[in-house]
Every structure is written in C-alpha cells, then in structure tokens.
Nanobody, 125 residues
Framework: QVQLVESGGGSVQAGGSLRLSCLAS????????MGWFRQAPGKERERVAS????????YYAGSVKGRFTISQDNAKNTVYLQMNSLKPEDTAMYYC??????????????????WGQGTQVTVSS
C-alpha cells in the first residue's frame, strides 16, 4: 500500500500562486508515476499533471500548461505542484495520486491506483 498526504491548498486571489505538496509513504517503490488531479463541483475529474518518477518526464493538461509545474524530491518522497497565475476556474479539490505505468508512460494510464484525501484550492476573482 502507498499512502499519500496532500498539503498546501488554500484561498488566493486570481493571479496568485500556491504550491501543493504530496508526501508519499509505504511501498512507494511499487509506483513510478505521480500525478495531480482536480475535481470541481459538478464537473468530471481532470488530470492536471503527472511525472514519471523514474526519469522526470512530465505531462500537463492544456488548461494549466505554462502556469503549473510538477516536480519531485525523491529524498523526501514528495511531489509538488507549483501553481502560478491562478484563475477562478482553477478552483477545485486537488488530489495527489500514484500508480505504476509500464514504460513510464504516466499520461497514458487511464487511472491511478493510490489516492490522497485531497486539498481544496479556491481562487477568487
């Protein structure tokens, strides 16, 4: 089992920044992909970004490309999501997730196996 704990959410005004953190513990060696997803009320879950922890390759949804950056600190078993130039439409519950993807193609995985409890991000206009 892998446990994931998110932190760093909060409320900011449009144009502001937040950095989310995801601390992984347990059998982390069984995974090679970490990702951030979000879900706003009444909307489907959206894959925001992912990173192949074995090589560092990243993926971003078009809606956040150029504004969000996913990164990892393997020594701390932590993945980050730096969010800049936030918009009201970024308001959602953000979830950290982990899984194993063959070949490290994290963005092609239809779903992730392990999930955190989520952290709320609210952006006001």
């Amino acid at each position: 089992q892998v446990q994931l704990v998110e932190s760093g959410g909060g409320s900011v005004q449009a144009g502001g920044s937040l950095r989310l953190s995801c601390l992984a513990s347990g059998y982390t060696y069984s995974t090679n992909c970490m990702g951030w997803f979000r879900q706003a009320p009444g909307k489907e879950r959206e894959r925001v970004a992912s990173i192949y922890t074995g090589g560092g390759s990243t993926y971003y949804a078009g809606s956040v490309k150029g504004r969000f950056t996913i990164s990892q600190d393997n020594a701390k078993n932590t993945v980050y999501l730096q969010m800049n130039s936030l918009k009201p439409e970024d308001t959602a519950m953000y979830y950290c997730a982990a899984t194993f993807a063959s070949g490290g193609y994290c963005h092609k995985e239809p779903d992730f196996r392990y999930w955190g409890q989520g952290t709320q991000v609210t952006v006001s206009s």
